[in-house]
Structures are given as structure tokens and as C-alpha cells.
């Protein structure tokens, strides 16, 4: 009920969809009576998962159930534990790391749609759901580049405003320059043979591998480009809407890679010295 009757009306209903599909296979004709700590902690064990996979799909178990209580066919929700949240990453890429990645991307065909993702991650630190969606003229399912004025808009018209925000952004010099090039055929922003890519996760663990960077992600390429933009020094207030987030995210992930980052103390710890 709640994935038919709720999923439809929020922003991504596809990840509503993905987690009942894996809740289902588990749990089955379980009864709500039969929800508990320990049942739970059973799903996390048996689940082969990543424990922040797993604390989304039974965040999304708690949800369903919450609903159903406010929507009155049931009158209490039963207690449903949590994995504790995962350490956010702090995977991010070196200037050498990158160059190998779209190396990687450029050498097979099927990976080579691939490079503008990675471009457009790494300048604009905007996420895959996001550049996937992306074209070059507004459309009310996705965002778009808009190359006479050199910005890049993340929603589209008709989306509606989420958690993730996907504020618009300035193109950098470089990435206007290609964006300029690829919109020559318009379209998708990235596609294959002109059709919009829908996944990218047989390519992506291509190029990861042939680059040997087993661990990166495509998530790695938002870390990496706020990343480096604090290390040229950037002030957090531009960098928040820059890319999207807010003051208190970068301050609490990123700003230990600012040039400025207690700079000032350590400086007074030393006139005290």
C-alpha cells in the first residue's frame, strides 16, 4: 500500500520501489506482529548489503509502516531497529587519479559516454540521478545546461523541491567550452547513440577497473570536486551554493582540506609557545 498509494507522490519514487523489491524477498507474508529488534537485526545479518543499504531499506520498512498508522489501517507501528549510520567517505580523487578515470572511459566504446559524466561530476559536483537527467533545453523531468548563459540547473520544471535542493550552478570556463561542443548534437547531456542513459553501473565498474581505483564510485566525484574546491580556498558560503549543500555539511566533511582550516589557532598556539 504505501509503495502504491505514497511512492508516486514523492520526488524519487524509484527508490521506494527498490527497497521494497528487496524488503519483499525477506520478509515475505511475515505478519506485522513478527516486526522486532530481533527480526530486524536478522534481515541486517542475512541481507547481503552494505549496512548503509540495509538502514535505508528498513528506514523505508518503518516508513510503511508509520504511514499505514496515519492513514488508519493499523493502529500501532511496531519498533524497527536501525544499523547505525555509516562514516560519510571521504574517498576523493588526486589530479592523476581523475586523468586515469576518463583514460579508462575513453578506451572502450561503451564506457566513452562516460567521460562527460565524469567531467560534469568533477566541475560541478552535481549527483548521478541528476546529470543523467540532464539535456540542453528545459524539460519537466530532469535539468539542464544552459550554454548561452553558462549555467547548469539541476531540476527541472515540473520536479519538485527535495532534501538534495539541486540548486542551479555556474559552468567553470573548461566545462563550458565542452558543454558548448556536446550541445552541437543536442539532447541527452550524456547518452549512448543518442538515448538517455539510464545506468551506469556495468560501465562504471569497467572503467574503475581497467583505472585501478576499485574503490571509487560515482558519488566519489561530488567528494572530489568539493574537495578540491576547498583546497584552492574557496569561502564556504559560495561553495554551499555552489554545489548545492549546505555550511554545516562542508563544514563538518570538508573543511579540513581548507588552506584556512584553524589557521588562526594554530597560529595563536605558537605566539604562545
Known amino acids: 500500500m504505501y509503495g502504491e ?12 520501489g527498490y527497497a521494497i523489491m528487496a524488503l519483499d524477498r525477506w520478509w515475505g507474508d511475515v505478519k506485522v506482529s513478527a516486526i522486532t529488534k530481533a527480526t530486524c537485526r536478522r534481515y541486517a545479518a542475512e541481507r547481503e548489503a552494505s549496512p548503509g543499504t540495509v538502514r535505508k531499506e528498513l528506514g523505508t520498512l518503518r516508513a510503511a509502516l508509520n504511514w499505514c498508522v496515519e492513514e488508519g489501517f493499523l493502529l500501532l507501528a511496531p519498533f ?5 549510520r555509516p562514516e560519510p567517505k571521504q574517498r576523493w580523487l588526486t589530479r592523476s587519479e581523475a586523468a586515469q578515470l576518463l583514460r579508462a572511459a ?7 559516454h562516460l567521460c562527460r559524466f565524469i567531467l560534469v561530476g568533477l566541475y560541478t559536483g552535481t549527483r548521478k540521478e541528476s ?5 540542453f533545453e528545459p524539460h519537466p523531468t530532469g535539468g539542464w545546461i544552459d550554454v548561452e548563459h553558462g549555467l547548469l540547473y539541476r531540476r527541472g520544471e515540473g520536479e519538485r523541491v527535495t532534501k538534495k535542493r539541486r540548486a542551479p550552478a555556474r559552468l567553470p570556463r573548461k566545462l563550458l567550452g565542452h558543454a558548448k561542443r556536446w550541445a552541437r548534437d543536442g539532447g541527452w547531456v550524456v547518452n549512448f547513440d543518442g538515448s538517455k ?14 583505472a585501478g581505483l576499485p574503490d571509487v564510485t560515482p558519488h566519489t566525484l561530488k567528494h572530489t570536486a568539493i574537495t578540491w574546491a576547498m583546497q584552492c580556498g574557496v569561502k564556504l558560503a559560495d561553495a554551499a551554493g555552489f ?3 549546505s555550511v554545516e555539511v562542508l563544514e563538518a566533511n570538508y573543511l579540513h582540506h581548507h588552506p584556512d582550516f584553524q589557521a588562526e589557532t594554530a597560529a595563536a598556539m605558537d605566539r604562545r609557545a
Open 5 to 16: 498509494d505514497h511512492a508516486p507522490t514523492v520526488a524519487d519514487p524509484a527508490r521506494i
Open 80 to 84: 524497527v531497529w536501525l544499523p547505525d
Open 106 to 112: 575513453r578506451r572502450h566504446k561503451k564506457s566513452r
Open 131 to 135: 546529470i543523467l537527467s540532464l539535456r
Open 197 to 210: 542513459v539510464g545506468s551506469i553501473k556495468t560501465s562504471w565498474n569497467r572503467i574503475k577497473r581497467d
Open 243 to 245: 554545489f548545492s549543500t
